[in-house]
């Protein structure tokens, strides 16, 4: 048997997971502990739709993995089976939707009215909308989920026109939900759109370690096989997402990595070392996501810093890494930062736990900034080793 077979056979006669989708991020389960009373209060705010009549605008706000979009999707779908299909429902995710004109576009195609990718103005894409809305004459529920990404990229304009709209409407209504993780948003928002759209506020607290606890063992219940989850395992999890605000996402993550870990080194059940190894996982991950996601100037400051750990350099300085930097630009045909910049940068990767840069006296010579790299050669090399532009530099 070949090594794939094997790997796939592993799969198949897998002893660990009855339902590994189960604990995938985007799965809504059949329960949510501990969000009863945020469920009973936006169901009890969306319940006239059920009467065809416009519902409040909710703003739910709470930290990262605190159950929003669980929630705000859980109570749609419930509402959608009782009203069928005299209430449309929208669900726009604002990261990837993040201009204007895509979020317009995106509720546009859920009235069945197709808006080009780019090309029309943004007044275009509105007005097409609101004739699909009032073709249709339906109640629409739309959830903008984080929406703090879309207001610090787009401003808050089509916010203003949303929540306006239905002075515009005869025939069909609308009704917002807005979601954001960022609890500083509404400084960001013209203060008339901030009423409108948080006529109803719903909060969503950080888990306790006992509620994370609570969730994990329903998650686990509809994942795992009975009896593979070493006893220590589920709290060990809640107590490491417990530890960083309460995040359930960090939680599940973990269970679910530790889950995959015990399954490809073959055991037979879930131990704590297998949750310690998910973290350890989990955050190699992070730091290389970070990495590549960061803009090349930024990049070409990371890989000076390394080519000159490599070579041996006890005290590197920015201006050391500024040199290299600046033969790297020219390599590849950018212009160099300035070196204010530079240092600037290099406290930003300081701050994001790339590299550490320490302050150190000099003496008489004053003070200056000793910098070295904080992640593994590994994850540098993961989180460069894709970026085209970087390949054909001369690191030696
Ligand atoms: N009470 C709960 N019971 C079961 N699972 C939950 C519960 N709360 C959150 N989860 C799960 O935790 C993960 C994160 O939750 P969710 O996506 O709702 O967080 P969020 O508040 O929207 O976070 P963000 O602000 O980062 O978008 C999801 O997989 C979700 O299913
Ligand atoms: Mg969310």
Do not use: W
Not at 67 to 89: E, I, P, Q, S, W
Not at 218 to 235: H, Q
Not at 270 to 288: G, P, W
Not at 333 to 339: F, K, Y
């Amino acid at each position: 048997m070949d090594i794939l077979d094997e790997l796939f056979q592993k799969m198949l006669e897998s002893r660990i997971f009855k339902n590994r989708e189960a604990l995938r991020p985007d799965h809504v389960p059949e329960t949510l502990p501990h969000r009863e009373e945020q469920i009973l209060k936006l169901a009890g705010i969306l319940a006239p739709a059920l009467q065809g009549a416009r519902p409040s605008n909710v703003f739910m706000y709470g930290k990262p993995g605190t159950g929003k979009t669980a929630v705000a999707k859980y109570v749609l779908r419930r509402l959608n089976a009782k009203v069928g299909d005299k209430v449309a429902v929208a669900y726009v995710n604002c990261r990837e939707a993040d201009t204007n004109y895509r979020v317009l576009a995106d509720l546009s195609s859920s009235t069945g009215v197709y808006v080009p990718f780019t090309g029309l103005s943004t007044a275009e894409v509105l007005r097409r909308f609101i004739n699909g809305l009032e073709k249709e004459g339906k109640l629409m529920i739309a959830v903008l989920d984080e929406i703090d990404s879309l207001v610090k990229k787009s401003g808050d304009a089509v916010l203003y026109h949303l929540t306006r709209i239905n002075e515009k409407l005869s025939n069909s209504k609308m009704a917002l939900i807005g979601i954001t993780n960022d609890l500083r948003l509404t400084e960001y928002l013209d203060p008339r759109v901030k009423s409108s759209l948080s006529e109803e506020e719903i909060v969503f607290p950080p888990y306790s370690y006992e509620e994370l606890k609570d969730i994990l063992e329903a998650r686990a219940k509809e994942a795992f096989y009975p009896g593979v989850l070493n006893e220590g395992v589920i709290p060990l999890c809640a107590a490491l997402a417990a530890r960083e605000h309460g995040d359930a996402r960090k939680a599940l993550d973990l269970l679910r990595v530790a889950g995959e870990i015990a399954e490809r080194e073959g055991a037979t059940k879930v131990l704590e070392e297998h949750v310690k190894k998910a973290q350890r996982e989990i955050e190699r991950d992070h730091v290389v996501d970070v990495i590549r996601t960061l803009p090349v100037h930024s990049k070409l400051v990371v890989l000076s810093t390394y080519v000159l750990e490599r070579k041996g350099v006890r005290e590197i300085t920015t201006g050391e890494i500024y040199a290299v930097y600046r033969k790297y630009c020219k390599e590849i045909g950018v212009e160099p930062l300035t070196q204010r910049r530079v240092s600037d940068l290099i406290s930003e990767l300081d701050m994001l736990g790339i590299v550490n840069a320490k302050v150190i006296s000099r003496g008489r010579y004053g003070r200056t900034r000793r910098i070295r790299l904080s992640i593994s050669e590994q994850s540098l090399k993961e989180g460069l080793g894709e970026d085209t532009i970087l390949r054909g530099l001369s690191i030696a």
